[in-house]
């Protein structure tokens, strides 16, 4: 059988991306996207996203004697999902809510008008909102509020999530709410809180570099 790996190399986990990122119409705006000269100010720049959490979550690894497998248990016929809003600058994060709804145009408007926009006022009045396509984030209504706030709004290029910072902090969130196993809501909002102070300006300032953004000290 032939070496499947040439000299001196070794396997690896894939990085992978969207296959849409080659079309030339994404390519495209993704180029558009990066020459967008607001986006060259990343100290002004506020990715805004919402992601779920749910009382299933659990490791995905765990250890166990040499030759013995690893058991858990999760809830399969009985579990809730939690919708968590948040937005993060290369500071830290700047605002997060949770629900146990999915985004709709009213949640994702009671969040922008109630928790982020009182925390742009005070501490980012300079704020460019960046946020990605989904629909209830275009509503007329919620760019309408951010116009009436004086905050800019961008878009990220669609199929574009690695352009996001905010992506991996949702990881992070996740990795340490699998640790804990909350199985009710009640435990799980009291286990969100921790975990989303655990995402630090360190890491904010990191996934922004990672992400491709510049001028950051």
């Known amino acids: 059988m032939p070496d499947l790996e040439a000299p001196g190399l070794g396997a690896q986990k894939k990085t992978l991306r969207a296959s849409e990122q080659d079309r030339a119409d994404i390519a495209a705006e993704r180029a ?3 020459d967008a000269p607001v986006l060259h100010d990343a100290a002004r720049l506020v990715f805004l996203d919402e992601t779920g959490i749910n009382t299933q979550m659990t490791p995905s690894h765990a250890r166990a004697p040499r030759g013995e497998r690893a058991l858990g248990s999760v809830p399969c016929g009985s579990w809730h999902r939690v919708t968590v ?3 993060l600058s290369a500071e830290g994060r700047l605002a997060a ?8 145009a009213a949640v994702f408007l009671a969040f922008v008008e109630q928790v982020l926009l ?3 006022r005070r501490d980012k009045p300079d704020a460019v909102v960046v946020m990605d396509n989904l629909s209830a984030h275009k509503r007329a209504d919620v760019l309408a509020t951010f116009e009436a706030a004086g905050v800019a709004v961008c878009f990220l290029p669609h199929y574009s999530p690695d352009l996001s910072p905010i992506e991996p902090g949702w990881s992070k969130l996740k990795s340490i709410l699998r640790t804990k ?3 009710t809501v009640d435990a799980l909002d009291r286990e969100l809180g921790p975990a989303l102070d655990a ?4 890491d904010a300032k990191a ?3 990672l992400c491709g953004y510049p001028n950051l000290n």
């Open 199 to 202: 995402i630090t300006a360190k």
């Open 118 to 120: 009182p925390v742009l």
């Open 97 to 104: 809510m949770s629900i146990e709804a999915s985004t709709s």
């Open 32 to 34: 558009a996207y990066r």
């Open 207 to 209: 996934w922004f570099k």
């Open 85 to 87: 809003l948040g937005a």
């Open 181 to 183: 196993e909350a199985r």
